[in-house]
């Protein structure tokens, strides 16, 4: 509809006037904002293509963190990762997402979450749901229910069929092979990216790779994993040679010291002469000094 322009006649013009443009306000008042509705919260989430059908969020004992969020299919089985500046909102469509908070779900491999029980009961042969099972993180039992999962423990496991029941026993031994196996190729993965300094030196290299794999274990695993390694401790000569920086600071010191004492700016001639005809005069200040006669 084209906008209403004004029709006014010399007469009663201020009166038209005030008609018109309280029409053409009307017109053009907006909508009313919708409330908010819980319902079309939304989050931005980064995961593989085609994964989030038939997921479910669950919460898990992690390791060494204490607890975190992962995500659960017959497919795929990620960590939750939460990136947030505390300042961030997007926008979609014609629409505001307030919290912009960044969800990655990042593959996981699920044998790191069930170490820690399977350690537990190291000695004997168990089924999977007396393994698997904790009063505080009861979705543990989703796990022990993921037909993908149970195969994957397989490769760290001594596995028995009995009556048509499975049941399991870690053996440390497959188990740190396993984790060798996985230190060995995060290695390879890691040395594009790495400096030259570490990896000219095989030990210190061992060293940084390995803080990466231990994010994935319990302190007790992470040490025996870590003898199993062989990662040696960093020696004194990785660290800063703080007696170095002190005789640098000496030094900068004393060369302090020794600078020359900075010139004094040459004189002009009008300032000499100046000089040269205040001699013998009084200083402005002597004539408001107290008279001593």
């Known amino acids: 509809m084209p906008p209403k322009t004004r029709k006014a006649k010399k007469e009663d013009g201020v009166e038209q006037d005030e008609e018109v443009a309280e029409e053409i306000l009307e017109e053009t008042k907006p909508a009313k904002l919708p409330e908010t509705d819980k319902g079309y919260e939304r989050k931005i989430v980064v995961a593989k293509a085609g994964s989030l059908p038939n997921s479910r969020i669950i919460k898990l004992r992690h390791p060494k963190e204490g607890c975190a969020l992962f995500r659960i299919s017959e497919d795929n089985f990620d960590e939750i990762l939460a990136v947030n500046d505390g300042h961030r ?58 037909q993908r999962v149970l195969r994957t423990l397989e490769v760290i ?11 399991f026993r870690l053996n440390r031994q497959k188990m740190l092979e396993w984790i060798s196996g996985k230190f060995e190729s995060l290695k390879k ?57 002190r005789r640098a600071t000496e030094e900068d010191e004393f060369f302090e010291k020794e600078k020359p004492a900075a010139k004094k700016p040459k004189e002009s001639i009008q300032t000499k002469k100046l000089q040269a005809a205040s001699k013998g005069t009084k200083s402005i200040s002597s004539f408001f000094g107290k008279n001593t006669n």
């Open 189 to 245: 993965q890691m040395e594009s990216d790495a400096h030259k300094s570490l990896l000219d030196c095989a030990e210190a290299y061992d060293r940084h790779v390995f803080t990466f794999l231990a994010d994935f274990l319990s302190p007790e695993f992470s040490q025996i994993v870590k003898n199993h390694l062989k990662i040696q401790e960093a020696t004194s000569s990785e660290n800063v040679d703080m007696s170095m920086k």
């Open 157 to 167: 496991c001594d596995v028995k069929d009995v009556l048509n029941v499975k049941l």
């Open 89 to 146: 909102s997007f926008f979609y469509g014609e629409s505001v997402i307030e919290n912009g908070t960044i969800h990655v779900f990042a593959a996981y491999n699920p044998i790191f979450i069930c170490l820690p029980y399977l350690e537990k009961i190291e000695s004997k042969f168990v089924e999977i749901d007396e393994i698997l099972k904790d009063e505080q993180y009861e979705d543990i039992k989703e796990l022990a229910g993921n």
